[in-house]
């Protein structure tokens, strides 16, 4: 045989979109969320991000071209989009250093370790966030002021997140009528004047940039509105039942990473169940498991730790839960 056929596991599934024009879309939908940064953190916005990027593109290059010794695939835009996800996952004031050193452990451990794009079990941007966070926990919890720092990038004035201030008020013994006057209002929470990684803080551009992805065909509704909806119902209850101690279910849903994470990072394709049911499961284990790190945990955020925890559930959801094989019979009556 002149050819060699090539054959792979299940899931065979064909269209017309290729890994470059699904990475170019994600890249488009977040073009509002990253305007939104430069006009709210303005120079740090632009040197995180910019470092982000490129420290993942010449990651991955050099992995595939000196350890793994492939074909480079860099033209495919993922890295790209991982520098991207984990630079909105970031302060604006992080020092470089720290930025090279979460992108490399991003794309070589989240990523490359795994074989490359397709084959990583996890968000590579989450992984490398989440041990930035456990390495850098002093600086990624340092969130520069919104507007204020605009022309500041080290030397930013920061403050706490609204979580953050909620968490602290209620440890201390406050109710939440005094602790909503610490905090802006939901108006400013929607559109983003509010301290927080660099695009995770404006929903408004978030929901933006979710209405084109859908328009695209890139994702399913399934996984950020179940997520969401989930969030919003299990924070609603706790509400109801005691107003006193427990944030509002819109707070919850403007403030942190709740749309970031729900429309860009749980829906990655590769990390994210195949089945519209697997989806909701899916986005439900995220939901809950958010929301029990906010309200019961230590962290005033779980967003990133639920996404990574379900990502490991992901296999199994793909084995137990499947389409219906083709050609099956179907029993009527």
């Known amino acids: 045989m002149s050819q060699l056929i090539t054959v792979s596991p299940s899931p065979h599934v064909f269209g017309q979109q290729s890994v470059k024009s699904i990475m170019t879309g994600v890249i488009v939908a977040l073009v509002p969320a990253f305007i939104m940064s430069l006009f709210l953190f303005g120079i740090g916005a632009l040197v995180v991000t910019s470092i982000a990027i490129v420290s993942c593109v010449l990651t991955e290059y050099l992995i595939q071209r000196f350890i793994l010794k492939t074909a480079n695939r860099i033209s495919d835009g993922s890295a790209i989009v991982t520098g991207l996800l984990l630079a909105f996952n970031l302060p604006s004031n ?4 720290m930025i090279i050193t979460g992108s490399v452990f991003a794309i070589g451990i989240g990523k490359m370790v795994f074989g490359g794009l397709g084959n990583n079990p996890f968000n590579p941007a989450l992984v490398g966030r989440v041990f930035m966070l456990i390495s850098f926990p002093v600086q990624m919890t340092s969130w520069p002021l919104p507007i204020a720092s605009r022309m500041h990038y080290l030397d930013a004035a920061t403050g706490a997140t609204p979580l953050g201030i909620v968490k602290e008020g209620l440890r201390n013994g406050e109710v939440m009528s005094a602790i909503a006057q610490q905090v802006p209002d939901h108006m400013r929470l929607f559109l983003g004047y509010m301290n927080g990684s660099l695009g995770e803080v404006s929903a408004v551009a978030l929901l933006l940039g979710f209405v084109w992805l859908l328009y695209k065909r890139i994702i399913t509704w399934h996984i950020p509105v179940v997520m ?19 944030a509002s279910p819109v707070f919850h849903i403007l403030t942190g990473g709740v749309m970031i994470g729900a429309i860009f990072m749980a829906t990655d394709l590769v990390t994210s169940p195949m089945t519209k049911t697997g989806m909701v499961i899916y986005a439900l284990g ?6 029990v790190i906010r309200v019961y945990g230590s962290y005033p955020e779980g967003v990133s730790f639920a996404i990574l ?18 050609g099956k019979e179907v029993k009527h009556g």
Do not use: S
């Open 228 to 246: 969401i909806a989930t969030v919003f119902g299990f924070t609603g209850v706790l509400w109801l039942i005691d107003p006193l101690h427990n």
């Open 94 to 97: 992080l020092p470089w250093w």
């Open 286 to 291: 995220i939901g809950i498991i958010t929301v």
């Open 309 to 326: 925890i379900m990502n490991a559930t992901v296999p199994l959801i793909n084995k137990y839960i499947k389409p219906g094989r083709f």
